[in-house]
């Protein structure tokens, strides 16, 4: 970008004293970017504790309308693009090249997984007219609190979505990074910071899931 | 006698351009447009932000302007009942969302905050420089939404309004408060990240600057409250667009629970635009009372404990929202419990003014103005959290004289006030003394004249947000109106000079004031692009006056021949 900063060689940013002190800053800057995101998510997880306790059977009855099957792979899916990232973390600090890819490549191919049944899910509510909007019925009825279910279903699960859209992103680039030999400590440390972001987004689906799909589903 | 030494040497005679002195700085370092549109110097961000802002409170201001000359008189003759309703609403949306918010935190703290702490720039340069980006691109988004025609829902959004009836740009207006909420968002993981992490060898917590402990406390409410307007504000946008339900009573969703989204962000960034400007008022009163800031770690404290309480206190703004009464008394208490490290601030301010040996320059005139107003502000608005008094004034002009007189009358205050105290230091020229004085009079005066008859206004029960009002509160408006013709005077007149100052004033040697900190006693004037020759190393706490307490305070008006 500008002359001097980001000089010294590409490891160190000038105004930084050493390696050490860009770690942590950059470790602690992701930390506090990560604090933001749950207070992004948490808007719509107030949201939704308000309207499951005012309309607790009008909640039970929409979640009936998800498919849980679905929902318990895309968990697994996801679970395992977790294990996959780390994989691809561990590999970085042994500074493997092709390692790193493979294993940033595998979590991409998870998550991508997990977004083609997501779509499949998708469809299939449009289908059943339970998008929100002047088009919904549920059960061929249009629609009552059970609409409110499937708004903060699609805001929460498309946010979420669209968190995993970003996430593959960056780790598309990192894996082009790895390729390019960025294996100095600052390259490392991004991988690191790549897999904080993933593992906090798939720990958001861990809330999501059970609330949505799970929680008085036999009711 | 130190660094410290009160009287400056010669005076070299003002040359045409900034770069008199031999040696580079920030300003003189590259004069291409895109050095400075793709800079990543905290400082040149720092002036990008100072233009910025400085452009949208005078927009902010035209509408001001319009409000009270359509109040002038009782009936509605200058503007409908309609554009009254979008004059409003983008003066607050601008004025908040645009000016208040990013003012001192983008302006001073991006300046200082890095120097003050012996840093050579903030912790992440491009994000930096991205959050600027951020917030130009939400301003503009924002500005075409006015000029397509307004909003005019106030700037609260409030559902259902916002969201089904409202007939203006309501959604392209959130669209560019959304976008810069990120702008907010990463500057004060910035500084947070800065403060903890790029700190000079000796610079421990406790000899930091109070401006620095206050932008700590204010970048914390910035990454914990903006993320929550954004989801606010994004299902607002999705009601609004595809009618999803979640705030309109037809489909069973609730209105209050926007309030309650709203206002989660929405009170604590009441402390985002109040909290950096008692981090000036501390830089300035110990500065012009030569005297170590009296409690010291009091005031540290409580510029965290006002980000924490202010998390805990949004209710107060719906008592008649049909909230339950039972949580009004829980908000009620809470909002009390404000008061307590606010009086702390002032009384504090107050003990080192004290016995100190003050000067009464302009940055200081400033700084008693923000005493006695920010006072005013905040006891009114303990007024405001007592249930049974809130029911008679709620929504009325008692309620708009209050934030005025914290936000304009405080926040506003300091900005100008640390504005002329470090103008020498960002720009290497003094500006006029007596003008700036002069002005500080004249934005004191405007400033009562303005706004402590909407006290007696709201009352008397005049309520706001209306374009016409009953004849026997003409007088108090016509007072409040012309109040505001003195007060647009009052902040010209600074930004004429000070731009005067940029080509003609005096050049300003390293320290002009003899302040303490490592702005002053390590950094050149104006500083290099890294700020220092060589890193600081600090042996000593913040506003360590007493040691070398000169006879006489410092008089810069010396330098003026």
């Known amino acids: 970008m500008s002359d001097s900063h980001g000089a010294h060689g590409g490891a160190l940013a000038h105004h930084f004293e050493d390696l050490e002190q860009q770690r942590e800053a950059h470790t602690l800057g992701m930390w506090a970017f990560l604090v933001t995101e749950v207070l992004f998510f948490g808007g719509l997880f107030g949201a939704y504790a308000v309207y499951r306790s005012s309309y607790p059977q009008a909640f039970a009855n929409a979640s009936n309308q998800l498919d849980h099957v679905l929902g318990g792979i895309n968990t697994a899916v996801l679970i395992g693009s977790s294990f996959t990232m780390v994989l691809a973390v561990h590999a970085a600090q042994l500074r493997r090249k092709w390692q790193i890819f493979g294993w940033l490549w595998a979590t991409i191919v998870l998550g991508a997984v997990f977004l083609g049944v997501k779509y499949v899910e998708y469809h299939h509510k449009w289908e059943h007219h339970l998008v929100p909007g002047p088009n919904f019925l549920f059960e061929g009825q249009p629609g009552g609190s059970e609409q409110l279910f499937f708004a903060l279903y699609f805001s929460m699960t498309g946010l979420h979505a669209f968190h995993m859209v970003i996430g593959a992103g960056v780790l598309i680039w990192l894996s082009v990074l790895a390729l390019k030999g960025r294996f100095d400590e600052p390259g490392r440390n991004a991988v690191e910071m790549a897999g904080l972001y993933w593992h906090f987004v798939d720990l958001v689906w861990i809330f999501l899931f059970p609330l949505l799909y799970l929680l008085g589903r036999h009711q | 006698m130190s660094a410290a030494g009160p009287i400056p040497g010669p005076i070299p005679a003002p040359s045409p351009a900034l770069g008199r002195a031999s040696r580079e700085n920030y300003l003189t370092a590259d004069y291409s447009w895109r050095s400075w549109l793709l800079t990543v110097d905290h400082k040149r961000i720092g002036i990008l932000y100072l233009l910025s802002v400085t452009g949208f409170f005078f927009l902010g201001g035209l509408f001001a302007v319009l409000l009270r000359l359509e109040l002038a008189t009782p009936q509605g003759d200058l503007v409908q009942a309609e554009t009254y309703n979008k004059l409003f609403t983008m003066h607050g949306l601008v004025m908040i969302f645009f000016f208040l918010v990013p003012s001192i935190p983008g302006v001073l703290g991006n300046f200082f905050v890095p120097i003050m702490i012996g840093a050579k720039d903030m912790a992440f340069p491009r994000l930096n420089l991205l959050s600027w980006y951020v917030y130009?691109?939400?301003?503009?988004?924002?500005?075409?939404?006015?000029?397509?025609?307004?909003?005019?829902?106030?700037?609260?959004?409030?559902?259902?309004?916002?969201?089904?009836?409202?007939?203006?740009?309501?959604?392209?207006?959130?669209?560019?408060?959304?976008?810069?909420?990120?702008?907010?968002?990463?500057?004060?993981?910035?500084?947070?990240?800065?403060?903890?992490?790029?700190?000079?060898?000796?610079?421990?917590?406790?000899?930091?600057?109070?401006?620095?402990?206050?932008?700590?406390?204010?970048?914390?409410?910035?990454?914990?409250?903006?993320?929550?307007?954004?989801?606010?504000?994004?299902?607002?946008?999705?009601?609004?667009?595809?009618?999803?339900?979640?705030?309109?009573?037809?489909?069973?969703?609730?209105?209050?629970?926007?309030?309650?989204?709203?206002?989660?962000?929405?009170?604590?960034?009441?402390?985002?635009?109040?909290?950096?400007?008692?981090?000036?008022?501390?830089?300035?009163?110990?500065?012009?009372?030569?005297?170590?800031?009296?409690?010291?770690?009091?005031?540290?404290?409580?510029?965290?404990?006002?980000?924490?309480?202010?998390?805990?206190?949004?209710?107060?703004?719906?008592?008649?929202?049909?909230?339950?009464?039972?949580?009004?008394?829980?908000?009620?208490?809470?909002?009390?419990?404000?008061?307590?490290?606010?009086?702390?601030?002032?009384?504090?301010?107050?003990?080192?003014?004290?016995?100190?040996?003050?000067?009464?320059?302009?940055?200081?005139?400033?700084?008693?103005?923000?005493?006695?107003?920010?006072?005013?502000?905040?006891?009114?608005?303990?007024?405001?959290?007592?249930?049974?008094?809130?029911?008679?004034?709620?929504?009325?002009?008692?309620?708009?004289?209050?934030?005025?007189?914290?936000?304009?009358?405080?926040?506003?205050?300091?900005?100008?006030?640390?504005?002329?105290?470090?103008?020498?230091?960002?720009?290497?020229?003094?500006?006029?003394?007596?003008?700036?004085?002069?002005?500080?009079?004249?934005?004191?005066?405007?400033?009562?004249?303005?706004?402590?008859?909407?006290?007696?206004?709201?009352?008397?029960?005049?309520?706001?947000?209306?374009?016409?009002?009953?004849?026997?509160?003409?007088?108090?408006?016509?007072?409040?109106?012309?109040?505001?013709?003195?007060?647009?005077?009052?902040?010209?007149?600074?930004?004429?000079?000070?731009?005067?100052?940029?080509?003609?004033?005096?050049?300003?040697?390293?320290?002009?004031?003899?302040?303490?900190?490592?702005e002053w006693e390590k950094a050149p004037t104006p500083p290099p692009t890294f700020n220092f020759d060589a890193t600081p190393v600090v042996t000593q706490e913040a506003y360590a006056y007493a040691d070398d307490l000169p006879a006489e305070p410092t008089r810069p008006e010396a330098s003026y021949v």
């Open chain 2, 136 to 518: 130009m691109i939400g301003g503009l988004v924002s500005f075409l939404a006015i000029v397509m025609g307004g909003v005019d829902t106030g700037w609260t959004f409030y559902a259902p309004y916002s969201s089904t009836y409202a007939n203006s740009n309501v959604a392209l207006t959130a669209v560019g408060v959304f976008i810069t909420g990120f702008s907010s968002i990463l500057t004060g993981l910035n500084i947070i990240v800065t403060v903890h992490k790029m700190r000079a060898p000796g610079m421990t917590w406790f000899r930091m600057p109070l401006f620095v402990w206050a932008h700590y406390a204010t970048s914390l409410i910035m990454i914990l409250g903006t993320p929550v307007l954004a989801i606010t504000i994004l299902l607002l946008a999705l009601e609004r667009l595809f009618h999803i339900g979640i705030f309109d009573p037809k489909l069973g969703g609730d209105p209050v629970l926007f309030q309650h989204l709203f206002w989660f962000y929405s009170h604590p960034a009441v402390y985002i635009m109040i909290l950096p400007a008692m981090g000036v008022i501390s830089e300035l009163v110990a500065a012009f009372s030569r005297k170590r800031i009296f409690g010291y770690s009091f005031v540290a404290f409580s510029s965290l404990a006002i980000a924490v309480l202010g998390f805990l206190v949004w209710g107060h703004h719906m008592f008649l929202s049909g909230q339950s009464v039972y949580a009004g008394v829980v908000f009620s208490v809470l909002s009390f419990l404000v008061a307590i490290p606010s009086a702390v601030k002032v009384f504090n301010w107050a003990a080192t003014l004290y016995k100190g040996s003050v000067l009464l320059s302009t940055p200081m005139m400033y700084v008693l103005g923000f005493l006695g107003l920010f006072t005013i502000g905040g006891l009114t608005g303990l007024f405001l959290a007592c249930l049974g008094l809130d029911v008679h004034v709620h929504d009325t002009y008692f309620v708009v004289a209050h934030f005025h007189y914290i936000m304009v009358g405080g926040a506003v205050m300091a900005f100008l006030g640390g504005l002329h105290y470090w103008w020498p230091k960002m720009f290497g020229r003094m500006y006029p003394e007596a003008l700036g004085k002069f002005s500080a009079v004249v934005v004191f005066i405007g400033f009562n004249l303005t706004f402590f008859p909407q006290f007696l206004l709201g009352y008397l029960g005049m309520p706001r947000r209306y374009h016409a009002y009953p004849e026997e509160f003409g007088v108090l408006n016509v007072l409040s109106s012309a109040g505001a013709s003195i007060l647009g005077i009052g902040y010209l007149l600074p930004m004429v000079y000070l731009i005067w100052s940029l080509r003609y004033g005096p050049a300003a040697v390293q320290n002009p004031w003899g302040a303490k900190g490592l």
